[in-house]
């Protein structure tokens, strides 16, 4: 799978952004897709992910404030950050999840950079 992510850049406190991410080569084969975020000296985090039932999952940080959502042909993953705080600054990478049979296998996006300040 190869993912490619786009639509980070510079937001005041408050604002929204919203980032996409399109997977090609084997998408047949994802169980997830989501974001993983990684501030400077911090380590990668999960942020949002979702999964091919459509069940979500989120971090608690950002809870009530993110949406992840998938486009139909579940080749399009977005995530719409609202209400953004400067604790939100990072780097996000989209992820997509394949099950093997006998584990997971991570795919990564090359990262787009988020930053929140006035």
């Known amino acids: 799978v190869q993912l490619q992510a786009s639509g980070g850049g510079l937001v005041q406190p408050g604002g929204s952004l919203i980032l996409s991410c399109a997977a090609s080569g084997s998408i047949f084969s994802i169980n997830a897709m989501g974001w993983y975020r990684q501030a400077p000296g911090k380590q990668r985090e999960v942020v949002a992910l979702?999964?091919?039932?459509?069940?979500?999952n989120y971090a608690d940080s950002v809870k009530g404030r993110f949406t992840i959502s998938r486009d139909n042909g579940k080749s399009t993953v977005y995530l719409q950050m609202n209400s953004l705080k400067p604790e939100d600054t990072a780097v996000y990478y989209c992820?997509?999840?394949?099950?093997?049979?006998?584990?997971?296998?991570?795919?990564w996006g090359q990262g787009t950079l988020v930053t929140v300040s006035s």
């Open positions: 992820n997509t999840k394949t099950f093997t049979g006998t584990n997971w296998r991570d795919s």
């Open positions: 979702i999964y091919s039932g459509g069940s979500t």
